[in-house]
């Protein structure tokens, strides 16, 4: 869940602009005192950008502040309207939602070099997921053949989304991408490793440094990742990721290599970008990016879905087959 704390921290947080812009290009990024870029530290990375590029942004990937505050939907706004569709609605239909509290998408677009994004996308140039065609119906099917034992829904735990369960954030962390809240990662190197922690649900990426990725008897969650450093760059290479996890995930698939570049620009910036290859799925290789700042620390996601709200959910449909005569 999101800390009150952190919500009220981040309306009144004062924007970087262009003259961040002239420090970050004379900047020179600590080293470890092994010699490689320093990229450690709890970095949050939440915006408002979306991962494709909007119409109403007329295919302009960079817009000024002002161009920013006309079009997009102020936050205040947007978590009233999110808060109106969730459990504090009238009516008896909203089971599961949440209200305004929990809720820090940011205040903000993703400003990278000065200039706010209007998407995550930057290559391809329009801004949008690259689908060969017919992709998104392949990639439909293939989630189909993926699911979890065959259990429909609410036939057991195992039917539940991986969050639902407590298994896996539903936001993604592999890439990262802002979500409604816990948009904060922990990075910890070392010679031989590094760990991206993701707050939500404290999801722990280790990374083998200058390694091969391992021939395992298994797919582990958030996949097998090797790392080296490159142009003060630290780049992870991500695959083979858990058929479950592909099942549920829009853009993954069990081709899909992901590849990751963490850069400091600034003490208090890390230039963050990541590449999805798949020509299963995709006409081309794309690419998504935006900055991460420093945090004050980490919170504890504590998800009950999997310990309060499973038996609910599971007693409310044996209720409903009852009812049905089944």
């Not at 009220?8 to 924007?15: D, G, K, Q, R």
């Not at 963490?262 to 006409?283: C, G, L, Q």
């Amino acid at each position: 869940m999101y800390s009150m704390t952190r919500k009220i921290a981040s309306l009144i947080v004062i924007l970087p602009f262009v003259a961040a812009n002239a420090q970050e290009s004379d900047y020179q990024a600590p080293l470890t005192d092994w010699g490689v870029p320093d990229v450690q530290g709890i970095w949050n990375y939440e915006n408002r950008t979306s991962l494709e590029r909007p119409e109403v942004y007329e295919g302009a990937l960079e817009i000024d502040e002002a161009t920013m505050l006309e079009k997009m939907v102020s936050t205040p706004d947007y978590i009233a309207f999110l808060e109106s569709t969730g459990a504090e609605r009238p009516g008896p239909d909203n089971v599961g939602g949440y209200n305004g509290f929990w809720i820090s998408p940011g205040m903000a677009l993703a400003q990278m070099n000065g200039r706010f994004r209007t998407s995550i996308i930057v290559e391809p140039e329009d801004g949008q997921i690259p689908w060969i065609e017919g992709g998104q119906d392949q990639r439909s099917v293939q989630q189909s053949a993926l699911e979890i034992m065959g259990f429909a829904e609410s036939d057991g735990p195992e039917g539940r989304t991986l969050s639902d369960r407590c298994l896996k954030s539903f936001a993604s962390t592999a890439p990262f991408l802002s979500s409604l809240y816990n948009n904060t990662i922990q990075i910890v190197q070392s010679p031989d490793h590094v760990v991206l922690l993701a707050e939500m649900a404290h999801d722990a990426r280790i990374v083998k440094i200058d390694q091969e990725h391992k021939d395992l008897p298994y797919n582990k969650w958030l996949g097998d990742s090797i790392g080296y450093y490159e142009d003060n760059a630290l780049v992870v290479v991500t695959k083979n990721f858990n058929d479950w996890q592909v099942a549920k995930e829009r853009m993954m698939s069990r081709n899909l290599t992901l590849t990751e570049r963490f850069y400091r620009v600034a003490e208090d910036k890390i230039h963050y970008s990541f590449t999805i290859d798949d020509p299963e799925f995709y006409t081309e290789s794309w690419t998504g990016e935006m900055p991460m700042y420093p945090a004050e620390g980490l919170y504890e996601y504590a998800c009950h879905e999997g310990n309060y709200s499973m038996p609910a959910i599971l007693a409310g449909a044996r209720r409903e087959e009852m009812e049905a005569g089944n």
